[in-house]
């Protein structure tokens, strides 16, 4: 799966970026999908106009990590993985027996951008197995991305020359895109468009970033890890006389 947001939609890490990158364009003329196309039979495209693409294959996939693809109401969802409590996430969320484990995504998102009861990591905490999805709601314009605590599906971001966000499961793809500017996804965190990245298991905690450095010595994105020792300030979300959208507030 391969989604690249525009930078007014998805403002990259200032981190990820390496100060030897070479001059990668991923969204120019559709460059990265049409590069994902070329190293992945049968993949389909998706063209959000100014806000990016999206893009999935289903070949060469794990079937204990399926790869699953939605639209509901405007909001498209890239889902990998095996959710183990599905039971419990339908009853949750309404949702009928029929549902899978991207619609449940789908749903919980929905949830929390309508005035949900739950906060946005509480709400990714709440999913339970092992998991990578990418959502982008064309409505508002967000994006919603978070992989599981322990990392299990292989994701990797990264930004192009033109601080534009590359999201993929498959590392070369990344690399074409982003040159040396790139890192894996960290475990255990949630990406979104008004919040940035943050950890769903430590969610009073902020994220330090640790350069990463290459075999010949180059700077190479960086890392995101949890420092324990520093506490964010709590935000309260209005929940009366507010017409504010809670996507505005994750």
Partial sequence: MLAVFDKKVAKSPEELQSPQNESVLALKDGFLGTHFSSVHPSSVVLNLGSSGLMAYSFDRKNPLLPRLFAVVDDIFCLF??????????????????????VIIVIEAYRTL????????????????GKFAFIIYDNTSKATFVATDADG??????????????????????????CGKSFAPFPKGCFFTSSGGLRSFEHPVSELQAVPRVDSSGEMCGATFKVDAESRKEKNVMPRVGSDANWSQNY
């Fill in 152 to 177: 299990s599906v292989p994701f990797f971001w990264g930004t192009d020359s033109e601080g534009h966000l590359v999201l993929s499961n498959d590392l070369e793809v990344v690399k074409q895109g």
């Fill in 80 to 101: 990998e993985g095996h959710i183990e409590n599905v039971a419990q996430l339908k009853q949750q969320y309404g949702l009928n027996k029929t549902a899978n484990e």
């Fill in 113 to 128: 951008r309508d005035r949900g009861p739950y906060p946005a990591n509480q709400v990714v905490r709440g999913i339970q």
